[in-house]
């Protein structure tokens, strides 16, 4: 089941996407004022541990994707390597 934040981030990400229609911004607009005051809600909790399977793939999908630099490249390889040790 997704958090709050989650929530409340894809009704955000909605407001922002030039594909979504007038109508789906304005749905999510009205649940953020109603259901999660603006959109101002706590962040998911930080202490909690992510799933390294799903950090490692990240890292690695981050590595092989054209439209990232190549520092951001260089530096998830070195997170990749910090992680395998």
């Given at each position: 089941?997704?958090?709050?934040?989650?929530?409340?981030?894809?009704?955000?990400?909605?407001?922002?996407?030039?594909?979504?229609?007038?109508?789906?911004?304005?749905?999510?607009k009205q649940i953020l004022e109603n259901e999660f005051n603006?959109?101002?809600?706590?962040?998911?909790?930080?202490?909690?541990?992510?799933?390294?399977?799903?950090?490692?793939?990240?890292?690695?999908?981050?590595?092989?994707?054209?439209?990232?630099?190549?520092?951001?490249?260089?530096?998830?390889?070195?997170?990749?390597?910090?992680?395998?040790?």
């Amino acid at each position: 089941m997704p958090t709050d934040a989650q929530v409340a981030g894809g009704h955000k990400a909605t407001i922002n996407n030039p594909n979504a229609s007038k109508e789906a911004k304005e749905n999510s607009k009205q649940i953020l004022e109603n259901e999660f005051n603006g959109g101002d809600v706590p962040k998911a909790d930080d202490n909690k541990e992510k799933n390294p399977g799903n950090v490692i793939g990240g890292l690695k999908a981050t590595t092989k994707n054209p439209n990232v630099s190549d520092e951001a490249k260089e530096s998830a390889k070195e997170r990749l390597e910090q992680m395998q040790q």
